[in-house]
């Protein structure tokens, strides 16, 4: 649902994804298994795809794991924090305030002080007007406020920690500058 991908409306979870991971290593004529790589929300599918077949995997390669497909996870918040995160699942990214959320959030502004004020890179030099065009682009596509806000809205999934020790493989990981 990102980048030039089609934009289906569908339930987006960390189990969809490592189903098509899945379907695609079955469906390659070259021998298993594989070495598997994933940044962010793909690093978590990739364990996660270790994890379920794991004949099918000899290694994976994490670049900056997500901790789950979004950035909170009920179990982990405070009680008087939960209601908060309630509104903005259900009402703000579910109702009719999230594509005005989308749309603040994919302005070329917010896009820019993320990747500078973050530290996303690891020089602010990097960030140009090349970049952000790459970053946006996708943006305008029919469907990407959904496939957005259906990420953002859905459930986290496991956690990269919950994997982990059921893993018998070698994992490489990069994280940060």
Same mark, same amino acid.
């Given at each position: 649902g990102f980048g030039a991908s089609v934009k289906p409306a569908i339930s987006y979870s960390i189990e969809l994804f490592t189903s098509l991971l899945h379907d695609f290593i079955e469906s390659r004529e070259e021998a298993i298994p594989w070495t598997v790589?994933? &940044?962010?929300?793909?690093?978590?599918?990739c364990l996660r795809l270790a994890q379920k077949v794991p004949e099918s995997v000899d290694s994976v390669v994490l $670049? &900056?794991?997500?901790?789950?497909?979004?950035? $909170?996870?009920?179990?982990?918040?405070?009680?008087?924090?939960k209601p908060i995160l309630f509104v903005i699942q259900n009402v703000i990214l579910k109702g009719p305030i999230g594509p005005y959320f989308f749309q603040n959030f994919r302005s070329r502004a917010n896009v820019e002080s993320i990747l500078k004020k973050q530290g996303v890179y690891g020089s602010t030099e990097n960030v140009n007007e090349e970049l952000l065009e790459i970053l946006l682009k996708p943006a305008d596509d029919e469907g990407a406020c959904d496939v957005f806000l259906r990420v953002f809205g859905g459930p986290p999934g496991p956690t990269p920690e919950s994997i982990l020790s059921s893993l018998h493989c070698p994992i490489l990981v990069f994280w940060g500058t």
């Open positions: 790589a994933g &940044n962010s929300i793909g690093g978590l599918a $670049f &900056n794991c997500a901790g789950g497909m979004s950035g $909170f996870r009920y179990s982990d918040v405070p009680i008087l924090v």
